[in-house]
């Protein structure tokens, strides 16, 4: 069974710092592409950030310059560095990877459960 399991959010205020951590755990092959995505109250989910395995980062553009991503494929782990936070960016945010577990031959998209960030202002 393959689970992927976020830490690292919280309340922080307006300007400060959190690092999300999303580590995939489990009878895992490999692991193409992992990703944040967010999701306010009353908005739709959307892409924050993914890294492939290679380490090629792409970008929500209004993120750019105050969020890093950024992953260590021998812990099969992802990170995402949040730096001057504002309270727009809080949301629920996910970890997704696309991986391929030991028993099969295909790559399925896994999901973490999710961790709140909150930005008070």
């Known amino acids: 069974q393959v689970q992927l399991v976020e830490s690292g959010g919280g309340l922080v205020q307006a300007g400060g710092s959190l690092r999300l951590s999303c580590a995939a755990y489990g009878s895992i092959s490999s692991i193409n592409d992992m990703g944040w995505y967010r999701q306010a109250p009353g908005k739709q989910r959307e892409l924050v950030a993914r890294?492939?395995?290679?380490?090629?980062?792409t970008y929500q553009d209004s993120l750019k310059g105050r969020f890093t991503i950024s992953r260590d494929n021998a812990k099969n782990t992802v990170y995402l560095q949040m730096n001057s936070l504002k309270p727009e960016d809080t949301a629920v945010y996910y970890c997704?990877?696309?991986?391929?577990?030991?028993?099969?031959?295909?790559?399925?998209?896994?999901w973490g459960q999710g961790a709140q960030v909150t930005v008070s202002s």
């Open positions: 997704k990877a696309d991986l391929r577990p030991y028993y099969s031959g295909n790559y399925y998209l896994y």
């Open positions: 890294i492939t395995s290679g380490g090629s980062t």
